[in-house]
């Protein structure tokens, strides 16, 4: 399709020199500086055409935020909000959980599973799996640290081996480690030899590298039987550790999803399943340790929140597992 700026250049610069010519019909021809003027009329025309037909494109919603940026044209666009994933996580001072010296002496639990304890005050505990990660764990420990937060860290035997020193720090700083299995296997499809094998060599690398041996363990992806919770807490004295809130974060959905999952389904005497092997988990972090602090959530270990257990807590009732 010809430009009509290019027909509408020509009729500018013919209707110019009909001006000045006694007979209209018959145009003179063109001046050197007319036709130069024509030239340069038709080439601003060539350069622009597709910077308008990208302002046409945006008009009618066709091309992308990203191409709306590139644009060199002067009309103001209308602002387009940013992604989930970029907006900010934590604004303001970094809220401070209270200096607590509670109890982590529970009593011998019965072989129920604890997706969430029945406390009298906003207690609230926050787990961490899969670790301990060489990068995204120590990344962890300092905005905990700057928070005065203590969280359990359910840890895989193989990488306490790997990384000894962070785990070490983790537990330096007061953070509780529990037994996540030594493999991360499905251990509702393991013999009772082999329950035994994954729960004790993750224990040795724990003791290994921290210098204590775990009180509380979680199981591979919330799977155990019944007949092997009885296992574990007769062999091993373990309460069976899940979650009330799973923020689904091992599908990496993006650290603002995180954080308003976790916000979301937070209550009293909740345990909150998050995994330090993810980077994204992590970003999250700030939003939601300062949102769930200005809520007034108060942050213990899983064996401090167990020890404050009432009488009621009896009837507890466990949440369907999904992932850890």
Known sequence: MPNPLHSLGYRILTASLRSDSAEPESPSPLSRRGFMLLAATLTSCAVAAPLQSQA?????????????????????????PPAEDSMPLSDGPV??????????????????????????GKYIAMTFDDGPHPTNTPRLLEMLRARNIKATFFVIGQSAALYPQVLRNTAAEGHEIGNHSHTHRLLSKASDAELRLELSRCRDAVVSATGAPPRVMRPPYGGLLKRQRDLVRSEFGY????????????????PSVVASRILHGAGVGGIVLAHDLHSQ????????????????????????????????????????????
């Open 281 to 324: 988990t992590v970003d999250a972090m700030p939003a939601t340790l300062d949102g769930l602090l200005r809520r007034g959530f108060q942050f213990v270990t899983v064996s401090q929140l167990l020890a404050m257990k009432t009488e009621a807590a009896n009837t507890q009732a466990s949440a369907t597992p999904t992932h850890s």
């Open 239 to 254: 309460p069976i550790i899940l979650w009330s809130v799973d923020p689904l974060d091992w599908r990496r959905p993006g």
């Open 56 to 80: 046409e494109g945006m008009s009618s919603g066709s091309t992308s935020s990203k191409n709306r940026s590139k644009s060199k044209t002067k009309a103001k666009a209308k602002p387009t």
């Open 95 to 120: 809220p401070r959980n209270p200096d607590m010296a509670f109890s982590s002496d529970f009593v011998n639990c019965a072989g129920v599973p604890f997706s969430q304890v029945l406390v009298s």
